[in-house]
């Protein structure tokens, strides 16, 4: 290459990490052709993910969660609303695969499931079975056959499962690349005690039914993220999962706590995201979406939370956002000690029929918490609550316009006494073979 190729690259790349990633380190030890590559790439699909009418998939969302109870008893009082479905299926995720006794026969089916903007994410749909044999992560650049981190690295779609319980304890960052599905019914998996998950400049990711506890701080070291790739990994900061310029990701079903950073941080243009189903508790900084003030690459950013359980021993974050669009609906929150959703720089909030159960501290009834920003500017913010029900004294401060833009069939969310039934089976279940999980 001709010298001046060379610096004109050179320049390009320099221009490159301190434009477009001005402050956050994405653990790339060498920003080389192919995480510039990808990370082109990953940019692409984010912004083919990203949704013009952002309201109109809130709004779809509510309308399939009424389709669900319609017809069944709709007594909201002390929100314990019997369901009297089929199934234990209380929410219209759950009831798209959970009834079906075989379930296990038809686990695909999964990928048809995911509502909010994670709808469309079909992670290992198109792809064959791989079945996780060996617990163990020895070689994080030859990776084993059988283990996760083998087949994680493939280029092809893969349906991940588990033909037995076991405890994976990841010796560095586990790299995921695009068309997963890692798929844990049917066993109890748990990813813990070791380093953690990471969802870098890829897409379509499915990952349901894991227990994530107890992710440490990683010095990281080489590690392959693609059978024909691997790199220096910088230090990794212990979160749960991190997804990073990522889109279409859905996780479903998890159970999180104890992390040494955040259970689950979005940032750097990550979107068509739908967190559902899960349960949290015991961690601080619970999730954070968009980590910088000074980049607006994350206005790309679209995020569904729904149907989870924040429980004990949170403290704030759930979740903490910048820039983008965000619908956090029919949520049970029974646990904070400082706030529960908080943001800085503009991010759209719509909260919809969550619970909101205030702790003891007279000082933290406030569901909201704002960051540096003046009422004069926060005042602009758009942060809406609906329908969501506050108990011991919560309270939300509302901000910006009423919602407009809504489909003119528009129905109104689930309002917040249904949120403890329609999470009530959040976290991993346990699905017995040729029985309805
Ligand atoms: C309860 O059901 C009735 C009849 O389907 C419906 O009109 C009403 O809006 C429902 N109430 C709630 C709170 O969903
Ligand atoms: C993981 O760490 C926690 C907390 O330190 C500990 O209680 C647990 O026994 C550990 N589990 C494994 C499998 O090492």
Not at 191 to 205: C, D, E, L, P
Request: positive net charge; hydrophobic residues 35%.
């Amino acid at each position: 290459m001709e010298a001046n190729n060379k610096l004109s690259l050179l320049l390009f790349y320099v221009f490159y990490l301190t434009i477009l990633f001005p402050t956050l380190n994405a653990n790339i030890g060498h920003f080389d052709q192919e995480w510039h590559r990808r990370s082109l790439e990953a940019r692409k699909a984010a912004n083919q993910a990203y949704k013009k009418n952002p309201m109109k998939v809130a709004s779809d969302f509510n309308q399939q969660v009424h389709r669900l109870f319609r017809g069944s008893d709709n007594n909201t009082r002390r929100g314990l609303a019997k369901y009297n479905g089929p199934c234990t299926a209380t929410n219209p995720i759950d009831q798209c695969w959970r009834c079906d006794p075989n379930w296990a026969k038809n686990r695909k089916k999964l990928a048809n499931c995911a509502m909010g903007f994670g709808h469309g994410t079909t992670g290992g749909k198109n792809g064959r079975f791989y079945e996780i044999t060996d617990p163990s992560d020895n070689d994080l650049v030859t990776p084993k056959p059988g283990t996760l981190r083998h087949a994680v690295i493939q280029k092809e779609p893969l349906w991940i499962i588990f033909p037995r319980n076991m405890n994976i304890k990841l010796k560095g960052e586990l790299m995921i690349t695009s068309d997963k599905t890692i798929d844990a019914r049917g066993a109890n998996v748990h990813i813990s005690n070791g380093s953690q998950i990471t969802i870098q400049f890829v897409k379509n990711v499915i990952i349901h039914g894991l227990h994530i506890h107890d992710i440490k701080r990683n010095e990281g070291g080489l590690i392959r993220d693609s059978v024909s790739h691997y790199g220096i990994r910088t230090m990794s900061d212990g979160d749960g999962i991190s997804i990073y310029g990522s889109s279409n990701i859905w996780l479903d079903h998890l159970s999180m706590t104890r992390c040494d950073d955040g259970l689950i941080d979005a940032i750097m243009g990550s979107t068509a995201i739908t967190i559902s189903n899960c349960h949290f508790a015991y961690h601080n900084d619970v999730m954070l979406f968009g980590a910088s003030d000074s980049w607006s690459g994350d206005k790309v950013m679209q995020i569904t939370v729904a149907f989870n359980h924040f429980g004990k021993g949170l403290t704030q974050r759930m979740p903490r956002c910048r820039w983008g669009f965000f619908h956090v609906v029919n949520n049970d929150y029974t646990h904070w000690l400082m706030y529960a959703i908080g943001g800085s720089q503009n991010p759209t909030l719509i909260s919809q029929g969550n619970r909101y159960v205030a702790p003891p501290d007279q000082n933290a009834k406030e569901v909201t918490h704002r960051t540096y920003a003046p009422e004069s500017v926060w005042k602009n913010w758009n942060w809406r609550s609906e329908n969501d029900l506050f108990v011991n004294g919560a309270f939300f401060t509302e901000s910006g316009k009423k919602v407009t833009n809504l489909p003119k069939t528009d129905i109104k969310p689930k309002t917040g006494e249904f949120a403890a039934s329609m999470t009530r089976f959040t976290g991993p279940l346990k699905c017995i073979i040729n029985k309805p999980c």
